[in-house]
């Protein structure tokens, strides 16, 4: 059974077309993040919520945006996409931010 | 700023050949070492959290390990189905608590 839900699973969208990633869970989890993941490179967080709770991390574009209207779901927004932002958008999850993330299958989002 | 290294970057065994991969760490204040299992266009797989030197942990053919500066992935007759990339994180006790991930090992079992 799936905990850690991202749709859609591929993306492609045009130089500068807004998109939209989701993530939701059913596992409760207080906490929720978004890491982007180049080819062979580490995950790499952007930010992450604890319950309501935004956390932005110092490095992460002004063109990326995030919303979590309710524990479930968390969305990832990039407004005007550049071809360096092709990479998979993980989404993961924790109960607390000292414990264990668990990640979900991921979105591969191509920039053409 | 926390670190992670881990060695070797790509690793081809025979079926059944055991080794260990390395990760080195520098963290101030470890409060968590982790490690994940990654398939291609999937992502990670939570494998084991350890958290102070001495530990292990095991999975079936898998076993963790922990020292003050390096945690090591034993893998013992691996089989193709173990083939993936294998990406250590630490998480420090002080700053946002963020995990930091090593780069990982491409582990490639041929049968």
């Known amino acids: 059974d799936a905990m850690v839900i991202q749709n859609p699973r591929y993306q492609v969208t045009q130089f500068g077309k807004p998109v939209t990633l989701s993530c939701s869970q059913t596992l409760n989890h207080n906490v929720m993040y978004w890491y982007q993941q180049k080819s062979s490179q580490a995950p790499k967080l952007l930010f992450h919520?604890?319950?309501?709770?935004?956390?932005n991390e110092a490095d992460t574009p002004d063109n990326f945006q995030s919303r979590r209207p309710n524990t479930s779901f968390c969305f990832l927004d990039i407004r005007s996409p550049g071809l360096g932002d092709t990479a998979m958008y993980l989404c993961?999850?924790?109960?607390?931010?000292?414990?264990?993330?668990?990640f979900g299958p991921g979105t591969r989002l191509l920039v053409l | 700023e926390d670190q992670v290294t881990q060695s070797p970057e790509a690793l081809r065994l025979q079926e059944g050949e055991s080794s260990s991969l390395n990760c080195s760490y520098t963290?101030?204040?470890?409060?968590?070492l982790f490690w994940y299992r990654q398939d291609p266009g999937k992502g990670p797989e939570f494998l084991f959290t350890l958290y102070s030197a001495g530990e292990e942990k095991e999975k079936e053919r898998l076993k963790a390990t922990l020292t003050k500066k390096e945690s090591f992935l034993h893998i013992t007759a691996p089989k193709p189905e173990d083939s993936a990339t294998y990406l250590c994180a630490v998480q420090g006790n002080f700053g946002n608590e963020k995990l930091t991930f090593g780069t990982g090992t491409r582990l490639t079992i041929i049968p």
């Open positions: 919520y604890y319950d309501k709770d935004f956390n």
């Open positions: 993961a999850t924790s109960r607390d931010s000292s414990e264990t993330q668990y």
């Open positions: 963290v101030s204040g470890l409060r968590g």
